[in-house]
C-alpha cells in the first residue's frame, strides 16, 4: 500500500562501510596497547576501562556490516531507522564522501545541531534529493567544518588503509650452462 505522504523513498546501509582486514585490527590493537601502557606508568588504571572499551567498539564496529534501512522523505519531515525528523527542526544540509559511498548529512537548527547521516547507494538519489531537499532546507555544497570534524579526518588519515595483497612472483633461478 502506497503512502501518500511519501515523498521519497529509498534503501541503504545504515551506515557507510568498508571491510577492512587484518593490518587495521593490528593498529587498534596496538595504539590500545601503548594508550595503556602511558596510563598504566602514570597509576590512572581506571582509564585503562574507556580505553578498551573504545578499541571493542572499534572492533566490532569494522567486522560488522551495518543493516539496511529504509530512509523515507515526506512531506512532513525525514524519517530514518525509526525516527523522525521535522523540517521545522531542521537547517541545512550537505554531501560528504565516505568509504565510496555519497553520505547525506542533516543539521538540525541551534542550539542543538543534531546531525543526522544517511547513506545514498548511487549518484541518481544524490541529484533527486538535492533537487527535493532544497524546497524545505539551505544546500551547502561547502560546509562549515568545526574543530571536531577537522580532529575526526585527521584521526581517521592516521588509520592505515588495507594494502591489495600482491601475488607474490616465484624467483626461479635462471638455468646455467653446464
Known sequence: MDNPQVVFLWKAPLRPYKKRGRMVLRFYIAVSLVLSLIVFFFGDKILLIPIWSLMFLFYVLTITPPPEVENKITHFGIETAGITLRWEALSHFYFKKRFGFN?????????????????????????????????????????????????????????????????????????SPL
Open 103 to 175: 553520505v547525506l548529512t542533516i543539521v538540525s537548527q541551534p542550539p542543538y545541531f543534531y546531525h543526522a547521516y544517511l547513506v545514498l547507494p548511487n549518484e541518481e538519489i544524490k541529484k533527486k534529493l538535492v533537487l527535493i531537499l532544497s524546497d524545505h532546507l539551505v544546500y551547502q555544497e561547502k560546509p562549515r567544518r568545526a574543530f571536531t570534524d577537522k580532529m575526526v579526518d585527521w584521526l581517521s588519515g592516521l588509520i592505515p588503509d588495507d594494502e591489495e595483497e600482491t601475488p607474490i612472483v616465484s624467483k626461479k633461478p635462471l638455468a
